[in-house]
């Protein structure tokens, strides 16, 4: 499979192939029910690398114990043991894949964990506590540091004096304004971490659910029945009030182990990192150096992005000529645009509606009042504007991008590169949310692009033959 980091992807399979090795790419040079198969493998023994890089955020795995009627305690907290040891024993194997174990300051005050993975050496896991108030035992396992070390998570300002009481065991604390799971996520993610097992009660990991950073689920569920109006269950209030609104696991599996039964599933979808490229034929056919698999895609949508100049809305003014062959200046590309839906029209509305957008003060401006006269006075557009108004953008961007030496470098520098006008609603101009766009402003400046390298390299050769 390709890598999931866009920066490297194609790199080994170039490397690999350049040294005359067959490399199949799953999804790609073969297509059978097999290599699926193969595909879903492939996806799966690298799934928390696939879910880092495209949510920004560890894999995360919740994994709990109960009894066959939901609960992962008796009424007094007692739990050791819900499940059998061979189940413990898998969780131990889990522990073992996983960079970091989480619990919460209810589980480490209730059950003193030691949260190691048991398995007479090899990888030991982090131990991270989440406690917002910080009321924890002075006295705890995860303190003890001589196996493996543990990170405590707070809220700023929580219990100074028993922070720096955790310090002096040389354990980590790290303080957020407001602690939530996500930006807890976000957090270990930058440090590195690629796989979380969550081993928490049911408050942290409804609020973990909540905020979406769960991807999937092992629950061990035992023979056993131990009733309580108060035990507690694997989940907490997840603001659900009817069965419809339940969270279904996808790619369920059931393994009976001893006299357990594990139920494992995925919250979320695997995510699929192939590139999605609005109009793929057509994009091909403008520029034929762009491959499907391997290719970047750079993506445009507000003028402040990073490529935002790429944009029919950035405030660079353009000279465009008029009827009688006059040069005017536009405040922008989108101004000249608008303002073409009327010109030729033989009304006095359609001149005064040209006169405004001419004068609006924003490309927004211009665009709300070319929009909304064309949707309420339909009989003031030029008859011929569906057909001429991709040609009206062409020449626009064309003057634009000639007239600005750096804006004309930006363009040159990404060739190689598919642009995509990321609007989620502009299904003309843009790609859309999900690649269903027609993407016509990004096919354009392709356009343009090879255009202008055609210019380059012709220029060139006519300086190599003077030589």
Known sequence: ????????????????????????????????????????????????????????????VLKYAM?????????????????????????????????????????????NPRLTARHGGGHMPIRIVL???????????LWDLSDV????????????????????????????????????????????????????????AASAISLGVIHKVFAFV??????????????????????????????????QIGPDMLISGFLQPIPDLTPTIPSEDETFAIDPTVAPFETSII???????????FSNFSPHPIQMPDEDGNYVTWFSVEHYYQANKFIGVSNPLAQDCIDKIKSAKSPEEAARMGRLTQRRQPHLVRSD???????????????????YP?????????AGSVLVEASPHDLFWGGGRDGEGLNYLGRLLMKLRSEFLGESSAASENTCIAL
């Open 385 to 403: 504007w569906e057909s001429v108004k991709i040609d009206v953008m062409y020449r626009a961007l064309k003057c634009k991008f000639s007239i």
């Open 131 to 141: 406690s917002q108030s910080l009321d924890l035992p002075e006295e705890a396992n």
């Open 222 to 255: 035992a023979p056993k029945i131990i009733g309580g109006k108060n035990a507690p269950s694997p989940v907490g209030e997840l603001g659900m009030v009817e069965m419809s609104q339940a969270l279904d696991l996808i790619d369920v599996c059931f393994e």
């Open 1 to 60: 499979m390709r890598h999931p980091l866009q920066h490297l992807r194609g790199n080994a399979i170039r490397a690999l192939r350049s040294q005359g090795l067959q490399v199949d790419v799953l999804g790609e040079d073969m297509q059978s029910k097999l290599v699926e198969e193969a595909r879903k493998a492939c996806l799966l023994v690298n799934l928390p690398f696939v879910h880092r890089a495209a949510s920004r955020v560890p894999f995360s």
């Open 406 to 414: 750096h804006l004309n470098s930006m363009l040159l520098s990404t």
């Open 299 to 309: 993506f445009f949508y507000k003028t402040w992005d990073l490529y935002g100049a």
């Open 149 to 204: 070390s543990t990170v405590v998570v707070t809220q700023r300002g929580a219990r100074r004096s028993f922070q720096r009481y955790l310090a002096s065991k040389g354990v980590e604390v790290v303080e957020f304004d407001i602690l939530n799971p996500r930006d807890v996520m976000e957090y270990f993610h930058d440090r590195g971490y690629l796989s979380i097992l969550w081993e928490c009660g049911g408050t942290l």
């Open 67 to 111: 009894t066959l009627d939901g609960k992962i305690a008796a009424s007094s907290g007692h739990a050791a043991w819900i499940s059998s040891k061979l189940s413990r024993n898998r969780v131990f194997e889990l522990r073992g894949r996983s960079d970091a174990i989480i619990v919460g300051g209810n589980t480490v005050r209730r059950d």
